[in-house]
C-alpha cells in the first residue's frame, strides 16, 4: 500500500504528484524530464517536499501537515539507483551486507535466498569494478532488498544497460517482482518493462500524475497516448496455458474463452501469462476470414473508438472481458461502418507476441514471501 | 667504520626531527582531513575566509608565521599565558613549539590533495550509504575516507616531508636549542655558519637525502598497494 499525494519543486520544475497502489509492483511511467527520478527521491527522503503527505503501509514517512519528516536513514526505503551505486572500494559481499554491518538493519531476510533469487553466489568476492553492467545492478537489487525495506524503489534500473543484458536481468526482475513480498516502485520510461512487470501504472507527466490505476485499464486508455507513447500503445490480455503443441513449436493460451496461439514459449501448462498486443499489430475484419495465414482471429465486441485529426484510429475491442486495443485508419473506420457495440472479429498476427512481452501473472495468490 | 655510525649530536637531531614530525603529523592530519572535508563537501558563511586561512602559511614568509607563533603562542602572547596559567603548559623554546611550528607550516600542503581526493568521491555514494541505514559519520568512515585514502596519504607523506625540513617558522618562533629545538635543518644551519663546519654539514646531508628517499618508496608502496585494493577499473 502506496499513498502520495506531494507538492515540490525541484529547480525550475513543479512537482505535483498524487496516487494510490494496492501494493505489487506500482510503475511510475514517464518521458525523461518527466519528474520521475525527483518524486523517487522525494519519497526516499533524499529530498523534501513542500507539502503533502506519503505513507507506505500505513507508516507516514512524511507529512507536512503534522510536521513529520522521517531521514532518509529511518524511512527504510530500498533504493536501487539508475547508476549502482555500489562501494567500489568493498566485496561484492559487503556491499550487499552493508545495511546490516554499516546501517544497523539486521532485517529478517535471509541472505542466502537472495544470493539465490538474483543469481549472486559466484561474484561474492568479486570487486565492484570487475563486473558487467547487469551484474551491478542485480547486486545493487540485492543490497537494497537485505536493507529490510519497506518499499523497494527501482529507478530505471535498465536504462544504462544494452538489450542483451536488459534481456540478462529481466527474469530475475520477474521473479523479484512476485517474490518480494514487499511493494515496489519501479521507475522507467519503457512500456515493454512497465507492462511486463507492473500491477499499478501511474504515468507522470511534466511534473503531473494525470492518471494512474491497474495496467490493463491504463494501457488501454487512448487518451494518455501522449504519454505512453504512440507507437507503443498497446493492450493486455491475461491468459493460462491451456495446450502446447511441440511439433508446430506453438502453445495455446486461453485467454477466457478465446484461444491465442504463440510460438516459442517458455512455458508449461498451467501457467498463468500476460500478452502484450501493440495497437498496430492488430486488424479489424466484419467476418471471419478464410485462407489468411494469421491464426489468432476471434470475435469482439468493439467498445470505443477514438478519432483525432489524422489518419489513425484508436479502436477498443472487448475480448471476454478483457481489452484490446487496435490502430487501425480513419478511412478503414469508416469503409467497414465500425461503431461502438458493433461485433468484429479481430486479427493478432502471432509474430507480433515475442517473448519479451509475455510474463508471469502477478495474482495476489502467486505472491509468496521470500 | 667510524665515518659511518652517527654521532651523538647527529643521532639527538634525526631522532627529534622524527620526533617533531611525527607529533605534528599526528596531531595535525585529523583535523586536515576533517578541514579538506567541510570544504570539499559544504558550503557555509565564511567557506572562502577558512580556505584563504588555510593556504596563509603556503604565501607568508615563514619567518612572519614563526612570528606571528612567537606573538601568539610565546610567554608573553595572549594563548601562550593562558596555556601557562590554566595548564602550565608551554610551547615556548621547547620541542613541542618545534612541533607546533612544524604542523602549522605543514598544514595547507597536507588540506590541498586530501580536499581533491574528497572531490573525486562521489557524493551519491553517500546518499546510497544513507538509504540503506548509514548515518552520516558511518557514511563517512565506511565510503568516502577509505575511498580518498590515497589523497590522505598523499596528504600525509607531503606533510610529514614539509615537517622535516621546516626552517623558517621553527627557528623564529622556538630558536635553535641542541637537543631540544635543534632538528636536521637547524643543525645543517648551524654547521654551515661553524668556520670548520663542512664535514658535518656533508653528513647531515647526507642523512638528510637517506630519510627523504626511505620515505619517498615507502609512500609509493603504500600507495600503490592502496590503489589495488580500491581496485579493478575503477583506480
Known amino acids: 500500500m502506496l499513498d502520495v499525494d506531494i507538492t515540490g519543486r525541484v529547480g525550475a520544475m513543479e512537482l505535483q504528484a498524487a496516487f494510490k497502489s494496492s501494493g505489487g509492483v506500482t510503475s511510475l511511467f514517464g518521458q525523461s524530464g518527466a519528474g520521475k527520478t525527483s518524486l523517487t527521491n522525494m519519497i526516499a527522503g533524499l529530498l523534501t517536499p513542500l507539502r503533502g503527505r506519503i505513507s507506505v503501509n500505513g507508516t507516514t514517512l512524511f507529512d507536512a501537515g503534522k510536521g513529520i519528516n522521517l531521514s532518509v536513514q529511518k524511512r527504510r526505503v530500498g533504493h536501487v539507483f539508475q547508476d549502482a551505486r555500489l562501494f567500489p572500494h568493498l566485496s561484492v559481499k559487503a556491499n550487499l551486507t552493508y545495511a546490516r554491518w554499516a546501517g544497523r538493519r539486521p532485517g529478517t531476510r535471509d541472505m542466502d535466498e537472495v544470493v539465490d533469487l538474483l543469481g549472486l553466489g559466484n561474484l561474492l568476492e568479486r570487486m565492484p569494478g570487475t563486473l558487467s553492467g547487469g551484474e551491478k545492478q542485480r547486486v545493487a537489487i540485492g543490497r537494497a532488498l537485505l536493507s529490510d525495506p519497506r518499499l523497494l524503489i527501482m529507478d530505471e534500473p535498465l536504462a544504462n544497460l544494452d538489450q542483451a543484458r536488459r534481456n540478462d536481468i529481466l527474469p530475475y526482475l520477474d521473479r523479484l517482482c512476485v517474490e518480494a513480498g514487499i511493494p515496489i516502485l519501479y521507475v522507467s520510461h519503457s512500456i515493454e518493462e512497465v507492462a511486463r512487470l507492473s500491477n499499478t501504472l501511474v504515468i507522470l507527466s511534466e511534473g503531473t500524475t494525470p492518471a494512474f490505476g491497474p495496467v490493463a485499464d491504463m494501457l488501454a486508455r487512448t487518451d494518455l497516448g501522449k504519454a505512453t507513447g504512440r507507437h507503443e500503445a498497446g493492450g493486455l490480455l491475461e491468459g493460462k496455458v491451456a495446450r502446447i503443441n511441440p511439433d508446430w513449436g506453438l502453445t495455446d493460451v486461453d485467454i477466457g474463452g478465446a484461444v491465442l496461439q504463440i510460438p516459442d514459449m517458455a512455458a508449461e501448462v498451467g501457467d498463468a501469462v500476460r500478452l502484450r498486443i501493440r495497437a498496430r499489430d492488430v486488424a479489424l475484419a466484419l467476418y471471419p476470414p478464410e485462407g489468411l495465414s494469421i491464426r489468432n482471429a476471434f470475435e469482439a465486441t468493439i467498445s470505443s473508438i477514438s478519432s483525432e485529426t489524422g489518419p489513425y484510429a484508436e479502436i477498443l475491442c472487448s475480448v471476454q472481458g478483457q481489452t484490446l486495443r487496435a490502430r487501425i485508419t480513419r478511412a478503414s473506420v469508416a469503409d467497414l461502418d465500425l461503431y461502438p457495440g458493433r461485433n468484429v472479429t479481430v486479427l493478432i498476427k502471432s509474430v507480433a507476441i515475442d517473448r519479451r512481452q509475455r510474463t508471469q501473472m502477478h495474482g495476489e495468490g502467486a505472491k509468496v514471501p521470500l | ?235
Open chain 2, 1 to 235: 667504520m667510524e665515518f659511518f655510525s652517527l654521532q651523538p649530536g647527529e643521532l639527538q637531531a634525526l631522532l627529534l626531527t622524527l620526533k617533531v614530525a611525527a607529533t605534528a603529523l599526528i596531531v595535525a592530519l585529523p583535523i586536515a582531513v576533517l578541514v579538506a572535508y567541510l570544504l570539499a563537501r559544504t558550503r557555509f558563511a565564511g567557506h572562502g575566509i577558512v580556505n584563504a586561512l588555510v593556504h596563509l602559511p603556503l604565501v607568508l614568509p615563514p619567518v612572519v608565521t614563526g612570528y606571528v607563533l612567537l606573538l601568539t603562542f610565546g610567554r608573553k602572547g595572549a594563548v601562550g599565558t593562558f596555556l601557562e596559567n590554566t595548564l602550565g603548559f608551554s610551547f615556548a623554546f621547547n620541542w613541542t613549539g618545534a612541533a607546533l611550528a612544524a604542523g602549522v607550516m605543514a598544514f595547507p600542503l597536507m588540506v590541498r590533495p586530501i580536499r581533491i581526493s574528497f572531490e573525486t568521491v562521489d557524493p551519491k555514494l553517500e546518499e546510497a550509504a544513507k538509504s540503506l541505514g548509514a548515518h552520516r559519520l558511518t557514511a563517512f568512515f565506511t565510503i568516502t575516507l577509505p575511498l580518498a585514502l590515497p589523497g590522505v596519504l598523499g596528504g600525509a607523506i607531503l606533510g610529514f616531508a614539509k615537517a622535516m625540513g621546516e626552517f623558517g617558522a621553527t627557528i623564529t618562533f622556538v630558536s635553535n636549542i641542541p637537543g631540544e629545538t635543534r632538528t636536521l635543518a637547524l643543525a645543517l644551519y648551524t654547521a654551515t655558519q661553524t668556520p670548520s663546519g663542512d664535514l658535518a654539514a656533508f653528513r647531515l646531508t647526507a642523512i638528510a637525502l637517506v630519510v627523504a628517499f626511505a620515505a619517498l618508496i615507502a609512500s609509493e608502496l603504500l600507495v600503490r598497494r592502496l590503489r589495488k585494493r580500491v581496485g579493478g577499473g575503477h583506480a
